[in-house]
């Protein structure tokens, strides 16, 4: 599977999460099946958010879009990095 993932920081992380909640519905209906959001131990607003995604170009369609780039801003995301990248591998120890 397909997987996005995101570096970014946010003003705030509480206003940041509510708005990364209400997304739920459009993340799925874009194409999103799972994610994980992370925090950087020494700053609790440098955000990860990993996730998976039916295709790398419904990740990037839904990522590039007019509609998200102003859920960003709304959200207080500063300079998101995004990487797209497909599976090698998995496994468990």
């Known amino acids: 599977m397909p997987h996005v993932l995101i570096i970014h920081e946010v003003a705030d992380y509480a206003a940041w999460k ?3 909640d209400g997304a739920a519905t459009i993340r799925h209906d874009a194409g999103e099946r799972s994610y994980q959001v992370l ?3 020494n700053d ?9 995604w039916t295709s790398l170009e419904a990740a990037r369609s839904f990522f ?3 509609r998200l780039v102003k859920i960003r801003e709304e959200a207080g995301v500063k ?6 990248l497909e599976e090698l591998e998995a496994g468990t120890l």
């Open 39 to 41: 925090k950087d131990q």
């Open 79 to 84: 300079s998101p990095d995004f990487i797209y």
């Open 18 to 20: 509510q708005i990364f």
């Open 44 to 52: 609790p607003n440098k955000v990860v958010h990993f996730s998976t």
């Open 64 to 66: 590039e879009s007019p």
